[in-house]
């Protein structure tokens, strides 16, 4: 079975550019995160689906950040504009849902913003 | 709400010799989940172990719950064991709570 799969795996953009990161969940399952990892903050939950619902969209991300779930099998995170401290590792995971279910992390993708 | 403490922060090891990594947590959980990242990778799932005790390899973990801690051993270290070591709780919610994490290094 494909595990949880992100594009692209690297990506350098220019401050005040839109990128868009592709996360496909695995088969089958209901919930869906997105979260930002640093080495000094760690990681941090940018947006929560369940069953394609937008359960969280982590608060302080807000104003630059959105994360969209068009269908079961695919989710996009899109930042806009960017900026150099938005230079990050971004992890998608999946797990099949209740909040009470193994969850499964993809490669992630690291994010260069110049 | 739940806070998730672990601990060494960091341990260095000849290899061969063994570790026990700790996690406590605040409050009663739903799960329990042990995660490695090598540096610059992704986190691999090592145990989903709300309870109990379970082995994979050279790997146990041990979740207590009324005790609130889980521990992860790591027998006859390697130095491809070196890395991050993180361990995440969700109670009672969908959110999982990571803690900081525990830095490995096994020296060959």
């Known amino acids: 079975d494909a595990g949880v799969t992100q594009t692209p795996r690297h990506e350098v953009a220019e401050k005040g550019q839109t990128i868009i990161l592709k996360c496909e969940p695995v088969?089958?399952?209901?919930?869906l995160f997105w979260y930002r990892q640093t080495k000094i903050q760690g990681l941090e939950l940018l947006s929560y689906?369940?069953?394609?619902?937008?359960?969280?969209d982590g608060g302080a991300f807000k104003d630059r950040f959105k994360a969209e779930m068009l269908n079961s099998s695919f989710s996009t995170l899109k930042i806009q504009p960017t900026e150099p401290k938005d230079s990050a590792v971004y992890l998608c995971?999946?797990?099949?849902?209740?909040?009470?279910?193994?969850?499964?992390f993809g490669k992630g993708t690291r994010l260069t913003v110049v | 709400g739940q806070q998730v403490q672990q601990s060494p922060a960091s341990l260095v090891l000849q290899e061969g010799e063994n570790a026990e990594l700790q996690c406590n947590f605040s409050?009663?959980?739903?799960?329990m989940q042990w995660f490695y990242q090598r540096p610059g990778g992704s986190l691999v799932s090592l145990f989903y172990?709300?309870?109990g005790t379970k082995h994979s390899g050279r790997l146990t973990s041990t979740t207590v719950i009324k005790e609130r801690r889980s521990s992860l051993h790591i027998s006859s270290s390697q130095t491809t064991d070196s890395g991050t070591y993180l361990c995440?709780?969700?109670?009672?919610?969908?959110?999982?709570?990571f803690g900081s994490g525990t830095q490995l290094t096994v020296m060959p």
């Open positions: 995971a999946s797990s099949l849902g209740r909040g009470d279910t193994e969850v499964f």
């Open positions: 088969s089958g399952h209901n919930d």
């Open positions: 689906f369940r069953s394609k619902s937008l359960m969280e």
């Open positions: 409050t009663s959980l739903n799960s």
């Open positions: 172990n709300p309870s």
């Open positions: 995440a709780v969700s109670s009672g919610s969908w959110q999982l709570i």
